[in-house]
Every structure is written in C-alpha cells, then in structure tokens.
C-alpha cells in the first residue's frame, strides 16, 4: 500500500522556520522525482519545489527561492522542506508528491501558519 505521510506543519510567528517531512512507503522511493506543494484557501494547489529521484537537482518556485530548502534522504524513503524566513503569505496546507514513470502519488497535507 502506497503512502506519504507529511509531518512537521503547526503554528509559527513570522520570520520563524519550520521543517517539514515526508516519509514514503509502498513503492520504490528513489526512482521518484519529489516535490512540495502547497494550498491557501480559496487559492489553487502550487507547486513550491522539486527534487530529482537522486537529489543532485533542485528547482523552486520564485516565491519561496532563497528561503526554503528541499532534500531527501533515500536510505530513509524521506523528502524535507526546510522552510526558513517564513511570512504569513507562506500559510497553506503543503503536499508531498511522489512522480514515477507510470505513477504519482499525494499526501494527505499538513498544515503550515505563519501567525503573530
């Protein structure tokens, strides 16, 4: 059974950081690209970084470059989101995504604010 479970969200003050997790069961973690997403209310689901299945590329959405940093870890079928500087309009919902060949897979969401 496929899995991604997210951890790490809750409430932070601005210019706080957070680190968020995504632990992957069910499938052969590290021949997936992964990626962080995330979603405001009302707002459609963006993507915030990707990471390729060997970790050796980053790429992040302009909004968030310089400030967050994503990683893996394969002998953990983990992916991180260091998530540093943060500000009230980082608040979301943020998604892991697993992206195969055939494949793609979500995670259930963990929820990120950014609140003084």
């Known amino acids: 059974q496929v899995q991604l479970v997210e951890s790490g969200g809750g409430l932070v003050q601005p210019g706080g950081s957070l680190r968020l997790s995504c632990a992957a069961s069910g499938f052969t973690f590290h021949r997936y690209r992964m990626s962080w997403h995330r979603q405001s209310p009302g707002k459609e689901r963006e993507l915030v970084a990707t990471?390729?299945?060997?970790?050796?590329?980053?790429n992040y959405a302009d909004s968030v470059k310089g400030r967050f940093t994503i990683s893996r870890d394969n002998a953990k079928n983990t992916v991180y989101l260091q998530m540093n500087s943060l500000k009230p309009e980082d608040t979301a919902v943020y998604f892991c995504?697993?992206?195969?060949?055939?494949?793609?897979?979500w995670g259930q969401g963990t929820q990120v604010t950014v609140s003084s």
């Open positions: 995504k697993a992206d195969g060949i055939i494949n793609s897979y």
């Open positions: 990471i390729t299945s060997t970790g050796d590329t980053t």
